[in-house]
């Protein structure tokens, strides 16, 4: 599977440009600022109906105009697959497939599986547990159409009974037999989520652990340890045991909403002792195992974006990596880099099969 052909239109700071694409590799060289970026999200979008930095899509229109459009040709055995997303302001999101629009965008979740590697991916180290579980579920989700619905309704039951312990609250009335049905279909929907996360780290583990130390070329350790209250109780007597608590702070105080992942090198947390370069190639490694897992879940090969992450890298580690995904255990491969002559020059050497593309202010330069 692979893209052949991207439009886009009005699309951040795009008017409108065209692109054909090597099956193999293309890469998208300029200026920082120039909109090489904007090209990998808009291919998130077609695979993820939505941005990877903007969830709200009225700030990826162009500015002083009121809609924008994306739409990619792909090959996918053999067999054209036409995909679509328009978005104008004060309407609602259209996604079609074939020209068919989708009645729920989370329909089209893993038709087209892409695994993106960028600078914000320090989140995952630094930032808070809900950027660890993001993870997790943007990778279960597009292979597990289950996964994705059971995930889909926990999030939404567990909001309607915030609301409504703040409702008791406010009122001093309590239900006990409406909060029951809610803590019954929280347990429903959320244990199996977190039997599928602890199955998908325990098999992720060995797999990180081996492109850790095929790019680092060290012997150190890597691992991943996933954190539930659900590893050691059933989820229906936390939520039962948590009840007067839940009530008290007016809110629900145990779940898979509360999961973790703790990131570990060595006998230490990455976000502690970790250098720079440590914690740079610990994100690379883990998103390359989630590409190899991905796609033994799938029947294809995921597209896969690198975005800007060969900044501060030398070249002898740049071109480790990218001798690494030329293989031909990866497919169709996009990638960003404001070095020109590095990338020309690595590239060339390393592959036959490659397009690339200088980007100047949102415009293909010659």
């Not at 994306?70 to 055995?77: A, F, M, S």
């Not at 602890?198 to 130390?213: R, T």
């Not at 590239?347 to 490659?354: A, D, K, V």
């Amino acid at each position: 599977m692979y893209l052949k052909k991207l439009s886009i239109l009005n699309f951040k700071n795009y008017d409108e440009a065209e692109f054909e694409f090597s099956s193999k590799l293309n890469a998208f060289v300029g200026d920082n600022g120039a909109g090489k970026t904007n090209i990998l999200d808009a291919l998130y979008y077609l695979s993820f109906t939505k941005s990877y930095f903007l969830h709200q899509d009225g700030l990826n229109v162009q500015h002083n105009k009121d809609f924008f459009l994306i739409k990619g040709t792909y090959n996918k055995t053999d067999e054209e697959l036409e995909l679509s997303c328009g978005f104008k302001k004060d309407k609602k999101k259209v996604f079609k497939k074939n020209n068919k629009e989708y009645k729920k965008l989370a329909e089209h979740i893993g038709t087209i599986p892409l695994v993106m590697i960028t600078p914000s991916d320090y989140m995952l180290i630094s930032g808070g547990s809900e950027e660890r579980r993001k993870f997790i579920d943007g990778v279960i989700s597009q292979y597990n159409k289950e996964y994705l619905d059971n995930l889909l309704n926990y999030n939404k039951i567990l909001q309607q009974r915030n609301q409504t312990l703040k409702q008791f609250a406010k009122t001093g009335f309590f239900d006990n037999d409406l909060l029951s049905t809610y803590n019954e279909r929280l347990v429903s929907f959320g244990t199996p989520i977190h039997k599928e996360r602890k199955k998908f780290i325990k098999e992720l583990i060995p797999v990180f652990q081996k492109y850790y130390n095929h790019i680092s070329g060290g012997k150190e350790n890597v691992d991943l340890q996933y954190i539930s209250q659900l590893n050691d109780s059933s989820f229906e007597n936390l939520i039962a045991e948590n009840a007067e608590k839940d009530r008290i702070v007016t809110h629900t105080t145990v779940g898979i909403h509360k999961d973790d992942i703790i990131l570990s090198l060595g006998d230490y947390l990455i976000r502690k002792l970790g250098s720079q370069g440590q914690q740079k190639t610990y994100l690379i490694a883990l998103k390359l195992a989630q590409f190899e897992f991905m796609s033994k879940q799938s029947k294809f090969k995921p597209i896969l974006l690198f975005d800007d992450i060969f900044d501060k890298l030398d070249s002898k580690r740049v071109e480790h990596i990218l001798r690494l995904v030329l293989d031909n255990n990866f497919g169709q491969i996009f990638m960003t880099d404001a070095n020109q002559y590095r990338i020309e020059r690595i590239l060339s050497e390393l592959s036959e099969q490659y397009s690339v593309f200088n980007i100047e202010n949102g415009k293909i330069n010659g």
